[in-house]
C-alpha cells in the first residue's frame, strides 16, 4: 500500500513538473519604450467610480511642464494624489507581448530540463504638453472651481462658459494652447465637463527633491467612463501611441466605439527573432494598424490578477505579477478583498480616423489573453532513428512555416532565410526529400490577425448546407397555418 | 437578357416571404464578420446558439398550433443574436436563446408574441446573470457600406415592407444627434458619421426593429413608436452613457405595441399570405 502511495506521489510530481515545463521559458518582452511617443494610463473603474492615473515623463525644463484634462466632475482634494512611476514599470514588464521558447526532444532518446524564471525591467515614456504660467483671471467666463497643491504640483480645477474665454485664460496664464484647440474646448465645455489644469510648483519640487516628475491620480464617481483623447491630437503631428493598464472587479475592458482587436499571438517565428524581438513586434504592430483599418484598440493582454487568486497569472511571467501594493498604488482599492481583472489595450490615434474621444465598457468577459511568440529550439544528438529522420523533416516544414508567419506578420523580406529552414537536410538520408523546393510560400495580402482558414471554411461549408437545406425543406412544405 | 428577367422572377418568388431575404443578408453579415473581422474564435458561439434556437423552435411547432416554416423565424433570432449576443460560458449561450424563443410562445397578446424575440434573450440574459453582454464596437465602421446595400435591398424587394420603422428611427435619432453633438457641442461631422457607422446600431435598425410580428399593425403607430424608440436611445446614451441603449429602448416600449393596437386598428401582418 505504502509503495503504491509514494508511486501516486511520484507520477504526480512528475506529471506536475510535465506540465510545468509546457509553459515553455521566457525569452524576451515588447515594452512601451519601443514606441516612440507613447502615453501610458491606468485606468479603474468599479461602478461609476474611475480612477485615472497618468504618466509623467517630460523631458524637458520642468517649469515649462503643463497639463490639461477634460474631467467630468469637479475634484475633492483627496481625490488628487501623487504615484509612483514604479507601477508603470511593474505594469509594463508584466503585460508586454513576449517572446517564448520551447525545446524539442529527441525522438531517438530523450532529455530532461531545469526550469528557469527570469524577468526584467523597463522604461516607459509619455507625452504631456508644454507651457507655463503667468496671470490671474480677467472675467473670461472661466471659474476657478477648487485650488490645490499637492505633492509637487500646483492644480486648478476651472470651469468656463465659452471655448475663446478660456483659451485666453489659459493664454493669458501661460498655457500654451494648439490654435485648433478652440473647436475641441467648446463641446467639453458645453458638455458640462471641467478641466483639470496641472503645473508644477518649483518650490515644492525642490523641498521634495524628486528627480523626475510623478504620476498623478485622480479619482471621480460619473457615468462616463472615457479617455478624453482629441484635445492631445490638436498639436500633434502623425499619429500618437497610447498604453491602458485597466482594472476591473468583473472582467476585460473594451472599447464602445472602435472595434477592439487581438493583437495576433501564439505565432511561431523563427529563432533568430531572439536576437531583435524588439523590432519584431514594433514592425508586427504597424502592420496589424495598418491592416485593420488605422482605427481599432488592440487588446495585448487580459489576465485575472486577483493577489490571492490560486490560478497561474502568466504563462510564462514576463515580470512579477503585481501585488498588492503595486495594485493599490494603481487605484485598485479593493485587491484584497475581491477579483481584480487587468486588461491591457495599446491604440495608435490619430485626427482623421479617431474622431471620437475613447469610449470604454467594462465586460464580465474573464477569458485570458496574450501577446506571445514562440521559438522552438531543435532537439540535439544523432537523428539516425526512422522516427529521428521524420523529426527532421518535420522541421523542415516546420521552419518553412515559420517564415512564412513571420513575413505574414512583420511584411519583412524572408529570403535570406533559405539557410534557416533547409539547416537540418544534410542529415536526412532520403535524397528525394532533399530534392524539394522549401522556398517560402507568402500568401498575398494576408491577414495577419488569423493563423489559418481551416476553421472558417470548415463553419461555412456547415452553415451554408445547413441553411440551405432548411430552405429547401422548408419551401416544401405546404403553408396552411400562420405563425 | 431573359436569363436575367428568370433570375429577377426567381428572386422575386424566393423573397415572397421576407424572412428569406433577411436570412441572406443575415447570413452574409455573419460570414463577413467571420471572414473579415476576426470572429473565427468565436465560430463555436454561433454554432450554438443558430442549433439550440432551431432546437427550441421545433419543440414549440410540436407543441403548438405553430406551422413548421416558423423556424425561418428561429433561424432569423438565432442569426441577430450570433451578431450581438456574447456570454462567458455556453450554458449562458443556451439560456439566452432558450428564452429568447421560449418567450415568443409564452408571452403573447393579440395572437402575436410581445418582445421581439432576438431583444427579450439578450436583455434578459444580461439582466438575470450578469454573464453576458454586447460589444457595439465590434462591426467598426467599415460595415456601414454593407448594410446600407441590404437596407436598399430591403426597400427594394419588400417594396419597403415594414422599412418605415427603420427609417422612422434612423431619421429621429439622427435629428436628436445631430442637434446635440454638431448644433450645440460643436464637433465635427465625422463625429457623428462615426456614431451612424456603427454595426450594431445599423443592424438593430433594419433586422431588429422590422420584425413585423412585434411591431404596430397601423402605419402612424409604428412611426410613432419608431421615434419614441429613438428619443429613449438618445437620452439613454447621451446622458446615462449606456452604449446599447437602442436594445433597451426597444426592450421597454416594446409591449406598447399592444396599446397602440388597441387605438389604431389595422390588418394584422402575415408572413406568407395563405
Not at chain 2, 423573397?15 to 473581422?37: K, T
Request: proline letters at 4%; aromatic letters at 14%; charged letters at 20%.
Amino acid at each position: 500500500m505504502k509503495t503504491k502511495i509514494i508511486a501516486l506521489f511520484l507520477l504526480s510530481v512528475l506529471v506536475t513538473e510535465n506540465a510545468m515545463a509546457f509553459c515553455g521559458f521566457y525569452v524576451a518582452k515588447a515594452d512601451t519604450k519601443l514606441f516612440n511617443k507613447t502615453s501610458q494610463i491606468i485606468l479603474v473603474r468599479d461602478g461609476n467610480r474611475t480612477t485615472i492615473t497618468m504618466n509623467n515623463d517630460f523631458q524637458g525644463d520642468v517649469k515649462d511642464f503643463a497639463m490639461v484634462v477634460p474631467v467630468p466632475v469637479v475634484l475633492k482634494e483627496n481625490d488628487i494624489r501623487i504615484s509612483d512611476q514604479s507601477v508603470f514599470e511593474a505594469l509594463d514588464a508584466y503585460s508586454g507581448p513576449r517572446l517564448v521558447e520551447y525545446y524539442d526532444e529527441n525522438p531517438c532518446y530523450r532529455y530532461d530540463y531545469l526550469e528557469d524564471y527570469s524577468y526584467s525591467r523597463s522604461e516607459s515614456i509619455s507625452m504631456v504638453q508644454k507651457s507655463s504660467m503667468k496671470e490671474k483671471e480677467k472675467g473670461l467666463g472661466v471659474k476657478v472651481e477648487a485650488e490645490y497643491s499637492i505633492g509637487e504640483y500646483d492644480i486648478l480645477i476651472l470651469s468656463a462658459t465659452e471655448s475663446v474665454g478660456l483659451k485666453t485664460w489659459l493664454t493669458q496664464n501661460g498655457y500654451k494652447i494648439p490654435g485648433t484647440a478652440n473647436e475641441v474646448l467648446d463641446p467639453y465645455i458645453k458638455s458640462n465637463m471641467k478641466f483639470f489644469v496641472v503645473k508644477v510648483n518649483l518650490d515644492n519640487k525642490k523641498a521634495l527633491g524628486f528627480e523626475h516628475l510623478r504620476p498623478i491620480q485622480i479619482s471621480f464617481d460619473s457615468p462616463k467612463f472615457m479617455l478624453p483623447i482629441r484635445l492631445g491630437m490638436a498639436n500633434a503631428n502623425g499619429p500618437q501611441d497610447m498604453i491602458v493598464y485597466a482594472f476591473t472587479k468583473t472582467g476585460r475592458v473594451e472599447c464602445t466605439n472602435y472595434r477592439t482587436v487581438k493583437i495576433p499571438t501564439d505565432r511561431n517565428v523563427p529563432l533568430d527573432i531572439r536576437n531583435n524581438f524588439g523590432k519584431f513586434y514594433v514592425d508586427l504592430f504597424e502592420k496589424s494598424w495598418r491592416y485593420q483599418g488605422k482605427n481599432c484598440v488592440f487588446l495585448e493582454y487580459a489576465w485575472n490578477v486577483t493577489p490571492s487568486w490560486g490560478g497561474v497569472k502568466c504563462d510564462p511571467c514576463v515580470g512579477p505579477p503585481p501585488l498588492t501594493a503595486d495594485l493599490g498604488r494603481a487605484g485598485v482599492n479593493w485587491a484584497n478583498q475581491g477579483n481584480v481583472f487587468f486588461t491591457r489595450l495599446h491604440v495608435r490615434y490619430s485626427r482623421d480616423k479617431f474622431p471620437q474621444d475613447l469610449n470604454f465598457q467594462v465586460t464580465p468577459n474573464t477569458e485570458h489573453f496574450q501577446g506571445r511568440y514562440i521559438l522552438t529550439n531543435p532537439a540535439g544528438g544523432d537523428f539516425e532513428c526512422e522516427d529521428g529522420q521524420q523529426y527532421l523533416k518535420d522541421l523542415c516544414y516546420k521552419r518553412k512555416h515559420e517564415v512564412e508567419e513571420l513575413a505574414v506578420l512583420t511584411g519583412w523580406d524572408v529570403t535570406r532565410y533559405g539557410k534557416y529552414i533547409t539547416e537540418y537536410n544534410h542529415l536526412i538520408k532520403d535524397n528525394q526529400f532533399k530534392k524539394n523546393d522549401f522556398t517560402p510560400v507568402i500568401p498575398q495580402d494576408s491577414d495577419p490577425g488569423s493563423p489559418g482558414n481551416g476553421g472558417k471554411w470548415i463553419f461555412t461549408l456547415f452553415f451554408l448546407v445547413g441553411v440551405g437545406g432548411l430552405f429547401i425543406l422548408l419551401q416544401r412544405i405546404p403553408v396552411t397555418r400562420q405563425a | 437578357m431573359k436569363s436575367s428577367i428568370h433570375l429577377l422572377t426567381a428572386l422575386r418568388s424566393l423573397f415572397r416571404d421576407a424572412r428569406n431575404f433577411q436570412i441572406v443578408f443575415l447570413s452574409s453579415f455573419l460570414l463577413y464578420g467571420i471572414w473579415y473581422l476576426d470572429w473565427d474564435h468565436d465560430i463555436v458561439r454561433f454554432a450554438i446558439i443558430i442549433s439550440t434556437a432551431l432546437m427550441v423552435q421545433l419543440v414549440g411547432v410540436m407543441l403548438s398550433p405553430a406551422p413548421m416554416h416558423s423556424l425561418k423565424s428561429a433561424l432569423i433570432t438565432g442569426l441577430g443574436m450570433s451578431l450581438l449576443f456574447q456570454a462567458n460560458s455556453y450554458i449562458t449561450l443556451v439560456m439566452g436563446v432558450g428564452l429568447a424563443i421560449a418567450g415568443k410562445f409564452l408571452i403573447r397578446s393579440n395572437g402575436k408574441h410581445i418582445f421581439n424575440p432576438a431583444n427579450f434573450g439578450i436583455v434578459v440574459t444580461i439582466l438575470l446573470t450578469g454573464d453576458a453582454w454586447i460589444s457595439p464596437g465590434q462591426w467598426g465602421s467599415s460595415a456601414l457600406l454593407v448594410f446600407f446595400i441590404g437596407a436598399a435591398g430591403l426597400m427594394v424587394i419588400l417594396k419597403a415592407g415594414r422599412v418605415d420603422t427603420s427609417f422612422a428611427f434612423l431619421a429621429t435619432l439622427f435629428l436628436l444627434e445631430y442637434v446635440r453633438t454638431i448644433v450645440y457641442l460643436g464637433w465635427d461631422f465625422d463625429f457623428l458619421l462615426l456614431k451612424f457607422s456603427n454595426g450594431s446600431l445599423l443592424l438593430f435598425s433594419f433586422f431588429m426593429i422590422t420584425d413585423p410580428v412585434t411591431t404596430p399593425n397601423h402605419l402612424v403607430a409604428r412611426i410613432v413608436w419608431a421615434s419614441l424608440i429613438a428619443v429613449v436611445t438618445f437620452s439613454l446614451s447621451n446622458f446615462m452613457q449606456v452604449h446599447t441603449a437602442p436594445l433597451w429602448a426597444l426592450f421597454f416600449i416594446s409591449p406598447l405595441t399592444v396599446g397602440f393596437d388597441r387605438l389604431l386598428k389595422s390588418e394584422k401582418f402575415q408572413w406568407i399570405k395563405a
